[in-house]
């Protein structure tokens, strides 16, 4: 008996924690190491070195601050100027015009704008 209301004390303290654990609407962050798709296989090859695992932005060796795909004055940028950046660079990125495919940059462009800004 005294396990039923163990069990009963232990759900009426979860649950309200659970409820609004699933409701709070707040949208999953794309996690990019644990994703298959070629676009996160490509940022991981090109951008993960300096953007960071998770594009949350790092500050290099060298002291240079590369920014969060995800968040900050980054967020502002059209799916086309983030294209005009992974593709002719600037600011201190290396421009990827001549690394990647017409193909591959449009991907790269979308799967930022799309996939880690939660567009």
Known sequence: MSYIKLAAA???????????ACASG????????DNKTYEASLFRQNCAICHGPEAEGKTLDNGTKVPSLREGEFKKKTESEIYEQIANGGNGMTPFRN?????????????VYHNLRNQ
């Open 99 to 111: 690394q990647l495919t017409e193909r591959e940059l449009n991907m790269m462009a979308g799967f």
């Open 10 to 20: 232990v759900i009426f303290v979860a649950a309200p924690a659970l409820i609004h």
């Open 26 to 33: 707040k949208p999953k962050q794309y996690m990019i190491t």
